[in-house]
């Protein structure tokens, strides 16, 4: 299988506040995660890219100031919203491809996040 | 511009009923790839299919099957039997050889299947 976990899988935090959502691949070696925002009934939208020891590559529009993402390992990227406002409520899903595999992305369980 | 377009936003059918999910894409590149992705209402997205644009073979796994047609650029999905589990929303999506690692999702097609 090809297991992705993301946690928490629900965060409920005042404005102005940083949460840190993680994700890792449980049972293979992730050559590259991605971070994906969902708004309700909305599509994903890809926010980030991110490859194991190198700087993340941000999508048009998405600020990396905001979202700061860091892949220290193989097996695991963290996305920190930063300074977190209502406006960044949302659906956050993480997602990885394999090393030396296909570039199917197998996708975690993803995180909802609520910003008061 | 790469594209893809879910037009059916949501459909309801009665259990055991067959049911088609439409999706029509748009691209430039004469290389990329297709896939299907089933998004229960727990979240998590679930991986069906990815086929790429040199493999217009259909294919069929089980209750589900793929129609890819090139000269409609269309991608549909069918599910024969439904089940009360089918219910989910769907994601058709896009990406293209020259950048291989984004995915261009379409909007979603939630589907109900009434017991």
């Known amino acids: 299988g090809a297991v992705v976990s993301q946690h928490p899988s629900r965060v409920i935090c005042k404005s102005g506040t940083s949460v840190k959502i993680e994700c890792r691949s449980l049972?293979?070696?992730?050559?590259?995660m991605f971070w994906y925002r969902q708004f309700p009934k909305q599509s994903l939208m890809l926010m980030a890219t991110?490859?194991?020891?190198?700087?993340?590559?941000?999508e048009q529009g998405v600020e990396k100031d905001k979202f700061l993402i860091n892949h220290a390992s193989l097996t695991l990227s963290t996305l920190t919203v930063t300074s977190a406002h209502p406006e960044d409520s949302s659906f956050y899903i993480c997602?990885?491809?394999?090393?030396?595999?296909?570039?199917?992305?197998?996708f975690g369980p993803g995180t909802r996040l609520l910003v008061l | 511009a790469q594209k893809v377009t879910q037009a059916q936003t949501e459909i309801s059918v009665v259990e055991k009923e067959d049911v088609t999910l439409d999706c029509v894409y748009e691209?430039?590149?004469?290389?990329?790839?297709l896939f299907w992705y089933k998004q229960p209402p727990s979240g998590e997205l679930v991986f069906l299919i990815r086929?790429?644009?040199?493999?217009?073979q259909n294919e069929i796994s089980g209750r589900y099957s793929w129609n890819f047609q090139k000269s409609t650029s269309s991608f549909n999905f069918t599910i024969t039997a439904s089940q009360v589990v089918d219910s989910a929303v769907y994601f058709c999506?896009?990406?293209?050889?020259?950048?291989?690692?984004?995915?261009?999702f379409g909007k979603g097609t939630r589907l109900h299947i009434l017991p």
């Open positions: 997602s990885a491809t394999r090393q030396g595999g296909q570039k199917t992305q197998y």
């Open positions: 049972d293979f070696q992730a050559t590259t």
């Open positions: 991110s490859n194991e020891g190198s700087k993340a590559t941000y």
């Open positions: 691209t430039r590149d004469t290389t990329y790839y």
């Open positions: 086929r790429n644009s040199f493999d217009e």
């Open positions: 999506a896009l990406s293209e050889a020259e950048r291989d690692d984004k995915i261009i």
